[in-house]
């Protein structure tokens, strides 16, 4: 089984990790965050889909690919702002993927939101 390391040059990772990782046809993305844009739930949540986006171009696929996400958020109370933006971003996904949301206190680098996916490579 060969595994491949999905990157974007110029974005920052923030540790000793991949980006995601490509195996069998599947894309393992790792949780994405965005505290680089400021302290707006809305504006890092998009800024972080853009990232999920842009990996999952780079694997061969794109969100209509996403079969789970899970979205943890440094305060649940910021779960409609950023339900807004995800739902804005899925308008056109006829079958959206499985979603988990819950809080996460502390997140890595103050982010306010990190998403954790997995796709599917379309055939």
């Known amino acids: ?3 491949e390391k999905i990157e974007i040059a110029g974005t920052k990772v923030y540790g000793p990790y991949s980006p995601a990782i ?8 790792a949780g994405q ?17 853009a990232k999920i986006d842009a990996l999952l171009f780079a694997a061969g696929t794109d969100k209509y690919g996403l079969v789970m996400v899970q979205v943890l958020l440094d ?3 910021d ?13 056109e996904c ?4 499985a979603r988990a949301a819950f809080g996460g206190n ?3 680098r103050n982010a306010l939101v990190e998403i954790v996916a997995q796709a599917v490579v379309h055939d």
């Open 1 to 3: 089984m060969g595994k």
């Open 22 to 29: 490509k195996a069998n046809g599947i894309v393992w993305l």
């Open 33 to 49: 965050i965005a505290p680089e844009v400021g302290d707006d739930v809305k504006a890092q949540t998009a800024a972080v889909l």
């Open 75 to 77: 305060n649940i109370d």
């Open 79 to 91: 779960f409609e702002a950023m339900n807004e933006v995800y739902a804005g971003w899925l308008t």
């Open 94 to 97: 006829v079958h959206p993927p």
């Open 106 to 108: 502390d997140l890595p």
